[in-house]
T-cell receptor, first 111, second 115 residues
Framework: GENVEQHPSTLSVQEGDSAVIKCTYS??????FPWYKQELGKGPQLIID?????GEKKDQRIAVTLNKTAKHFSLHITETQPEDSAVYFC??????????FGAGTRLFVKA | NAGVTQTPKFQVLKTGQSMTLQCAQD?????MYWYRQDPGMGLRLIYY???????DKGEVPNGYNVSRLNKREFSLRLESAAPSQTSVYFC??????????????FGPGTRLTVL
């Protein structure tokens, strides 16, 4: 079945620096790749997503890139702020109802 | 709109006890999901419901049952709780009814401890 690996598990950056989180997936049929942000004590919330017919997508300080050949996708956060501190999850879906999540990255942004 | 709501927020059970986790959404979504979240393992799908009256197994269904009571509500039942079911449980919903996978909206979670 599908497997999603996410790295690093913990990431600490200075405010204003960039943060990059990387994921790889195993099923070449995967066609939808969402990223979720989970703040302490809350449920995950979608921050950006990308479909397999697109190589890159950007939304203000957040961007996601997808390399279908390498089965690899990444989240880039620029100009990080303390409120970006949270756990981030990547995920992959082949369509349908089942989405496989990565193990999560805990991001600390130091002021 | 309240979005996705879950009750209770916290629960402690003894091994062998039963309980039902409740979930409701007010977004008129077709699909609903139950996940469990364990440290270092991300979210794993327990059961999902594509529409009212239908339910299907996810990745880790053993030890759980679900009921899609109506379009709004989707409950998760533990018939005989075990310590391995200690976890944080999230309910989610989405518009999805076939075709492209879409955004899932998550509730605030239920933290369950089984002693």
């Amino acid at each position: 079945g599908e497997n999603v690996e996410q790295h690093p598990s913990t990431l600490s950056v200075q405010e204003g620096d960039s943060a990059v989180i990387k994921c790889t997936y195993s099923d070449s049929a995967s066609n939808y790749f969402p990223w979720y942000k989970q703040e302490l004590g809350k449920g995950p919330q979608l921050i950006i997503d990308i479909r397999s017919n697109v190589g890159e997508k950007k939304d203000q300080r957040i961007a996601v890139t997808l390399n279908k050949t390498a089965k690899h996708f990444s989240l880039h956060i620029t100009e990080t702020q303390p409120e970006d501190s949270a756990v981030y999850f990547c995920a992959a879906s082949t369509g349908g109802f089942k989405t496989i999540f990565g193990a999560g990255t805990r991001l600390f942004v130091k002021a | 709109n309240a979005g996705v709501t879950q009750t209770p927020k916290f629960q402690v059970l003894k091994t062998g006890q039963s309980m039902t986790l409740q979930c409701a959404q007010d977004m008129n979504h077709n699909s609903m999901y139950w996940y469990r979240q364990d440290p270092g393992m991300g979210l794993r799908l327990i059961y999902y419901s594509a529409s009212e009256g239908t339910t299907d197994k996810g990745e880790v269904p053993n030890g759980y049952n679900v009921s899609r009571l109506n379009k709004r509500e989707f409950s998760l039942r533990l018939e005989s709780a075990a310590p391995s079911q200690t976890s944080v449980y999230f309910c989610a919903s989405s518009h999805f009814s076939g075709g492209y996978t879409d955004t899932q909206y998550f509730g605030p979670g239920t933290r369950l401890t089984v002693l």
